[in-house]
């Protein structure tokens, strides 16, 4: 009896310490919103996945319609939907006119057009374009792992 206890105490004291150096040892402020905090520490290339690929976005009239992984779009947050990557998959996608990218996950099933590889976000669209009227763009897709 007297020995179980010393192992709830042990665990117990093991728990709180583990806490303290976890919160002593965050140096970076992760973002609460859970889409950016899953890109926040997804940071190097491990594979290209196109080298060359036309992206769209997803038009204001699917804002809140429900995604294939169960969620609904939101066209101000930063997703994408890909045809054959995992959900939760982090890209980066780059606008070979200028360069611009941008971190995105893989929430959804698309595009449903076959000249089209993939399908962000407005918002995640418009932040890498050159032509705010532009519904395509030439990306290269990039899929990124995490930082350890």
Known sequence: M???????LLLFF???MSQMFVSCSAQHKIPKDSIE???Y???KVVKVVRKEGIASYYADRFHGNKMANGQK???????CAHRTLPFGTILKVTNLKNQKWVEVVVT???PHKK???IDLTKKAFMEITHNKGAGE??????ILEPIE
């Open 108 to 110: 959804d099933r698309g």
């Open 73 to 79: 779009l939101d066209n101000h947050k930063q997703t």
């Open 41 to 43: 520490n997804y940071k």
């Open 115 to 117: 000249s089209r590889h």
């Open 2 to 8: 007297k020995l179980t206890q010393n192992y709830i």
């Open 37 to 39: 905090a899953e890109i």
């Open 14 to 16: 093991w728990l709180f």
């Open 137 to 142: 763009l030439k990306v290269r897709i990039e």
